[in-house]
Every structure is written in structure tokens, then in C-alpha cells.
């Protein structure tokens, strides 16, 4: 057996056929490596350059993501905050009016005690008519509430004017301002009395005047000015104003006194409107004629 191996390899032919399939095998071993690298280096340039792409664009849509999430969240925190602003306004609101309620009713309780023998009922100005040159006025209540023309209206401060008419729901006031308003009035010190009565030229400056004072009289400026209570129609004592200036009225002839007042007719907000008081409806001897 040896002896026909050793005869084989020992033959040109096969020594030649041999070696040139060893040949063969290196280099089909040799061109396929090489294959191999160059389809991976070309696989390497195309993919490789891909897969950073990928790589960004999935990054920058992680961050996009994430941007819109944070967006979503602080557009959400801010509708909470807004929400929350908008009720603390509204809770200062409340609290405001009610601090300004309770003040209210405290100066009103204090008249109250200084006053026992009124009745009157808290109103609040809903309107002023802008045509209305002497800044009346109308309030929330009326015939519903026990309200009467011609029912005088006060602040704590002082008098302000009287109903001149009603609605069930509603009153309309006639300021002290008005030329149409005809109010008994009195010097605190001197006693010397009067009527209240405004015009137009003093209702710009917040004034108001009081006609027919007697002559001679004793009154002076700064003296305290008050309701006279004579016709029936208002309470006697209610303050009205000071005296600013003291003159004569050349048309009417008579002594004449600008009154400002204690209230700023003006700006009214609240008021009381007075349904009761003693002595109502009945004039004292002496009354001056009044009209509402």
C-alpha cells in the first residue's frame, strides 16, 4: 500500500496536478478574504455614515419630545396660576367690599346711637344721569323697601337730598346742589335760619347756597349749617355743610350764604335714606315753606 502512495506522489503528473490545486485553494482563500473586506469597508462607508444620521435625527426627536412635554407642563402650570390669580382677585374683591360693608355699618350703627329716634334703610347709587347737571342720583331700593317721596337721604357725613321719585325697585335723588331743592336751614351758632337752595355755577365747585338769611343776622364763615326740622318733611339737627362765604343777593335782595358741604355730593356711593323720625310730617309754627 505505501509502496503504490509513495509511486503516486512521487508521479510528475499528480505532483503538477497537486500543486496546482494547492494553488487554486490559496488563492480562492486569498480572493475571498479580500472579497469579504471590501464588501465590510464598503458596507462600513455606506451604513456607518446612515446610522449617524439615524442617530441625530432620534436624538433630536428625543429632545423635541421633551421639549413639547415641557412646553404641555408649563402651559398647564400656567393656566393653574391663572386660574389662581384670577380667584385671589376675586377673593380680594370680596373681602374689600365686605371691609368696606362692615365700615359702613359700623358708621352707621354710631349714627344710630346719636340719632335713636330715625329710621332709615342703607341703599347703594346704581346710576347718575349724565344729563342731570346737579349730580342726582338713583338707588337700588324703593316703594318695595318702604321708600316715599320726598323721604330725605343722608351719609354719615351729612344730608344729601331728597327722594323725588320712586319705583318698587328703585329712587331717584334730588342733591342739595339743585335749584329744585328748597331745604329749611339754621346757623348752629347764631340761630339765624334760612333755606338751602343751589345753582348752577356753584354746583360746579361741589357748592351749594342758602338764601333768604334775615336781616341782621350774626352769622359767620365756618359756622356749622344744620337742618332746621320745621316743615315736618326732615329731621331737625342733620348737618349740612360750613359756611364758605358770606354776601348779599343783589337780585333777590336778602343775604346770602355759600354752604359747602360735608359730604362730596359728587362721588355718593351709599347713602341712608330716612322713612321715620319724630315729628314727622308735622310743621312747627314758623316752618319755611320747603319742597322736595
Not at 473586506?37 to 421633551?66: A, G, H, R, T
Request: glycine share 8%; aromatic share 8%.
Amino acid at each position: 500500500m505505501k509502496g503504490i502512495l509513495l509511486k503516486i506522489f512521487k508521479n510528475k503528473f499528480f505532483q503538477i496536478t497537486l500543486s496546482v490545486f494547492l494553488f487554486a485553494s490559496g488563492l480562492w482563500l486569498y480572493t475571498a478574504t479580500f472579497h469579504e473586506n471590501l464588501f465590510s469597508n464598503v458596507v462600513n462607508i455606506v451604513v456607518v455614515p446612515v446610522q449617524e444620521v439615524l442617530f441625530e435625527l432620534n436624538k433630536n426627536l428625543d429632545d423635541m419630545v421633551s421639549d413639547f412635554e415641557t412646553h404641555n407642563k408649563l402651559e398647564e402650570e400656567n393656566t393653574a396660576l391663572k386660574e389662581e390669580v384670577r380667584r385671589l382677585r376675586e377673593l380680594s374683591v370680596d373681602c374689600y367690599s365686605i371691609k368696606r360693608k362692615n365700615e359702613e355699618y359700623q358708621r352707621y350703627l354710631e349714627f344710630k346711637k346719636e340719632h335713636t329716634d330715625l329710621k332709615f334703610i342703607s341703599a347703594s347709587v346704581i346710576a347718575r344721569d349724565t344729563s342731570e347737571l346737579f349730580y342726582g342720583f338713583t338707588i337700588n331700593i324703593g316703594t318695595g323697601s318702604g321708600i316715599s317721596e320726598g323721604d330725605s337721604v343722608i351719609t354719615e357725613n351729612g344730608f344729601v337730598g331728597y327722594v323725588c321719585g320712586v319705583e318698587p325697585k328703585a329712587s331717584r335723588v334730588r342733591t342739595i346742589l339743585s335749584p329744585n331743592i328748597k331745604l329749611g336751614a339754621m346757623d348752629s351758632l347764631s340761630g339765624d335760619i334760612g333755606v338751602i337752595s343751589g345753582n348752577i355755577e356753584l354746583c360746579e365747585k361741589g357748592l351749594t347756597g342758602m338764601t333768604l338769611i334775615p336781616s341782621p343776622n350774626t352769622m359767620k364763615v365756618e359756622d356749622i349749617v344744620t337742618t332746621t326740622g320745621l316743615s315736618g318733611l326732615c329731621p331737625k339737627n342733620l348737618l349740612i355743610g360750613k359756611i364758605k362765604e358770606l354776601s348779599y343777593d343783589n337780585i333777590n335782595f336778602t343775604n346770602y350764604a355759600v354752604i359747602e358741604p360735608f359730604e362730596d355730593i359728587k362721588k355718593v356711593k351709599s347713602v341712608l335714606v330716612i322713612t321715620g323720625f319724630n315729628g314727622k310730617g308735622q310743621i312747627s309754627q314758623g316752618a319755611i315753606q320747603q319742597g322736595s
